[in-house]
């Protein structure tokens, strides 16, 4: 081995080319190189901040095994309902835009007159359900009278859908939140199209309900008995997805919504209750905060998600209540209770009571299991002889 002019010995002078394979090999053997598997490979998306996202339609599916009896169809009726206020939630977001409240006196491609809004939402739920396949009766607080569904795709059809199309919808024009609840039941008569009978069930006979409120943002919220979930509308992707799990209501709430309006025309347990809410006691948390939209949907929505009461009691000028036992005050009773909350007509479970007119009306007490039940108390400590 000769030497270089300062001395090192030849061997240590390599070039850059001849250095790399060295290098590349001696790495090796210090970190060999593995191939993952393909659950390994997923490992090292998760850090990429991928959010996995569960829409209604999937959410429906997944949750199917809870009714071991269903071929599926209740699942369609739900995804049709969830199509139909896609559809309705797009019109309201344009009523401000043109004047849709109203008839416009314009007629549209079709000939056909355009409608009020709230006639609208009617015709798109009417239409999906009768599409859909899978209601044999509709019936709306929009119609007079049920509408019983004779088409042949229906023939096997099993479910009972009552709706109110779009609660609220006086506060359309002031871009105030509005909403849509249904109820559906399964039938009692045998086959054809349903009958009147298939609606008056008592609301604890629902196998499904829920409501959309359209709102600073759209969220669906449903029950089939097992949990309450809701899902809020991406207008990105165009699907509702599942944003707030198992939904339970605080078993006691700081919120009363009542339109105090009314106040003089209200039973003594009621006027009673209202006193209460807004007397000072630190250590029940009072007063109260009273918070009223005149919109149903919204009403119960945040007390659902916040705790709070939602009151509308028999009045002098509406002695049997204002809101509708079978499209308003059933469905919300149903999650209400789902989500661990109680409805009352401020005696009586609602969901018990029976209907006997398809447009019944009832007084109803909604929201905290607490709360209601101070309402239920103040009402019984101070009996009105002019109401009930
Ligand atoms: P609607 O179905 O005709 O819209 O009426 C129901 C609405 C509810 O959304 C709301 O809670 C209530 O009526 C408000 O009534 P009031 O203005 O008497 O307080
Ligand atoms: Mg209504």
Not at 40 to 50: S, V, Y
Request: hydrophobic share 35%; glycine share 10%; with cysteine.
């Amino acid at each position: 081995m000769g030497a270089t002019p300062d001395g090192l010995p030849v061997q240590q002078q390599h070039s850059i080319e001849e250095t790399i394979p060295v290098t590349q090999a001696a790495a090796k053997q210090v970190h060999p190189v593995k191939v993952l598997s393909w659950p390994e490979k997923l490992t090292l998306i998760k850090p990429m901040n991928i959010q996995p996202i569960n829409t209604l339609g999937q959410f429906i599916i997944e949750r199917q095994s809870e009714f071991p009896y269903s071929k599926g169809q209740l699942s369609r009726l739900l995804r049709d309902i969830g199509i139909a206020s896609k559809i309705v939630n797009r019109e309201v977001n344009k009523a401000g835009l043109v004047n849709i409240l109203g008839d416009t006196g314009e007629t549209n491609i079709q000939g056909e007159k355009v409608k009020k809004l709230d006639l609208f939402a009617n015709e798109q739920f009417k239409a999906a359900l009768i599409a859909g396949g899978e209601c044999c009766v509709f019936a709306s607080e929009e119609e007079e009278d049920i509408l019983p569904i004779e088409n042949p795709v229906s023939v096997d059809a099993k479910y009972v859908v009552m709706i109110d199309p779009l609660d609220g919808s006086s506060n359309i024009d002031v871009n105030v939140s509005v909403g849509t609840i249904f109820s559906i039941y399964r039938r009692v008569s045998e086959n054809g199209p349903g009958l009147l009978s298939d609606c008056l069930q008592k609301g604890m006979h629902q196998v499904a309900a829920g409501y959309v409120v359209y709102g600073s943002s759209t969220m669906l919220v449903y029950t089939t008995g097992h949990g309450v979930n809701g899902f809020t509308l991406d207008p990105s992707i165009g699907e509702f997805c599942l944003s707030h799990p198992n939904i339970r209501i605080p078993e006691d709430g700081k919120i009363y919504s009542v339109n105090e309006g009314n106040y003089i025309h209200f039973p003594q347990g009621i006027k009673k209750y209202i006193k209460y809410c807004q007397a000072y006691d630190e250590p029940s948390s009072r007063a109260y905060n009273s918070r009223y939209i005149g919109s149903m949907v919204a009403d119960f929505h945040r007390n659902l998600l916040k705790g709070g009461v939602f009151i509308y009691p028999v009045t002098g000028k509406a002695p049997k209540g204002k809101l509708r036992l079978c499209y308003e005050c059933n469905p919300l009773a149903f999650v209400v209770e789902q989500a661990g909350g109680k409805a009352s007509d401020g005696y009586h479970r609602i969901l018990e009571i029976e209907p006997t007119d398809l447009h019944q009306r009832t007084p109803v007490v909604l929201g905290s299991k607490k709360m209601v039940e101070k309402v239920e108390w103040f009402l019984k400590e101070f009996p009105d002889p002019g109401f009930f």
